[in-house]
Every structure is written in C-alpha cells, then in structure tokens.
C-alpha cells in the first residue's frame, strides 16, 4: 500500500494561509491503514488547525469529510460534495489522490497535507517498510520474494556491494543487507543456482522516468 506522512503542521499553516473555508479531506484507503490520512487523522488534524494561536486573526472555518478513494476520479465525482463557499480542499491522500481531485474539481486548490512517502508492507502494528518501488518488471521471482531495489541501499541489481558488515548494510547498520537476505532465502529454497543465471540487462522503459506510465484495461470501461 501507499504510506504517507502528516506535513510539518507550520507547513500546513503557511499551505492554508489566505483560505477562509477549508474542506479537511480524508482519504478511506491506504492512508487510513497506515494511520495518516483517514477521517480520524482529518478530525484530529482540524483540531489542531482550529487553535488560535496558529492565526494572526480569526482561524478559517474548517469542515470535515473522507471518501473511500481520492484516487479514483469517479468515485469523487459522482460522491464528493464540495459546499457552496469552500476555497480550498486540504487533502490528506496520497499524491495520486490529490492530484485526481484537484483535476475532478479544477480550478479549487487541493493542498497536500501528506507526504507521500513509500510503497510500504505492514510488518507489525504501527510500523510500515518500503518494500517496492513499482519498477514495473518485477524480478522477485529471482530474489526470492526481496526486492533488491527498494531493499537493497543501493538498488543493485546482480548481487551485494561487498561492504556489508555483520549482515548489516554499510550505508545504515540498521537496516538488514538485502542481498544477505536474498542469498539465504534463496538457499534455505535450494535456488542458489538462480545468483548464477545470466539474465538480459534490464529494460528500464517500465521503470519510469519518460513521462507518466499508464495502463489500459480492456473490457473495463474500455471497448474489447
Ligand atoms: S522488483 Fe520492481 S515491481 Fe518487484 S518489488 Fe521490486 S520494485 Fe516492486
Ligand atoms: S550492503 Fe547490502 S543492502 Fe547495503 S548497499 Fe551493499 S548490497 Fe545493498
């Protein structure tokens, strides 16, 4: 899932500042699992926003709301209400979401209040971990369920640096060498033979970086 980060409050305040009736927006999906972005974090986020202190004068009116996806244009369409006077949405989705809004409801401001920060696994409750980093050719297949990319400090592709200590990795001690984990799963599986394989260099053109990738289904809003 998306993990994602409450904003620096200050930041938050300097982002509203000019704003007079503000739609707090949370978003029912990933942000709400990883406990940043879903109408209990919206409300709590309105409470702080509504202290005085933070304002030279009056506060903004402030509302409150949450949609099961920002990022499905829609779903916000056809469900999401904006209330006569509203100037601006403050966000709490991820990127994905607020971008989805801000074109469903141009020109109002949709402001981010969340980082966005990862593609992240749930290893324990209240903690989350970078686990993909949607390269868009996906080789766990070969790194025994470990992507070498996200996990590995480095994102090397054929095997480890050498400087892992310990099994730590040498650019943070606190975090486990990717490909030691890859090379004893892979062992405890018998497919050490798979470190040996040649494999074609990689096609990067999945990968990102040419302009946003998208992804057409057919038979799903699309004609066969
Ligand atoms: S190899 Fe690519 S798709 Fe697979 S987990 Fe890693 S980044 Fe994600
Ligand atoms: S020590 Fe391991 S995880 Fe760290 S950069 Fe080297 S190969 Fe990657």
Redesign the pocket.
């Known amino acids: 899932m998306i993990v994602g980060d409450l904003k620096p409050i200050d930041e938050i305040i300097s982002m509203i500042a000019g704003y007079r009736k503000i739609l707090v927006l949370g978003c029912g999906s990933c942000v709400t699992v990883c406990l940043s972005g879903g109408e209990r974090e919206a409300r709590q986020l309105v409470r702080e926003l509504s202290h005085p202190m933070h304002y030279v004068g009056d506060p903004p009116e402030f509302s409150v709301g949450s949609i099961l996806r920002q990022c499905e244009q829609d779903l916000v369409v056809s469900y999401q209400k904006i209330e006569p006077g509203v100037d601006a949405v403050l966000s709490l989705a991820c990127g994905a979401g607020v971008q989805t809004m801000a074109d469903a409801f141009e020109p109002l401001p949709i402001l981010p209040a969340i980082n966005t920060t990862f593609f992240g696994a749930s290893l324990k409750p209240g903690t989350w971990s970078e686990v993909c980093r949607g390269c868009g050719d996906c080789v766990l297949s070969h790194t025994a369920g470990i992507c070498p990319i996200a996990?590995?400090?480095?994102s090397?592709f054929n095997?480890?640096?050498?400087?892992?200590q310990n099994g730590?990795?040498?650019?943070d001690p606190n975090?486990?060498?990717?490909?030691?984990m890859i090379y004893y799963r892979l062992k405890m599986q018998n497919k050490l033979h798979l470190l040996d394989e040649l494999r074609p260099p990689r096609d990067w053109r999945n990968g990102g970086g040419a302009g946003p990738r998208s992804r057409i289904r057919t038979g799903v809003g699309n004609p066969q």
Do not use: H
Request: hydrophobic share 40%.
């Open positions: 996990r590995c400090a480095k090397l095997g480890p640096c050498g400087g892992s730590a990795c040498e650019v975090i486990p060498c990717a490909w030691m």
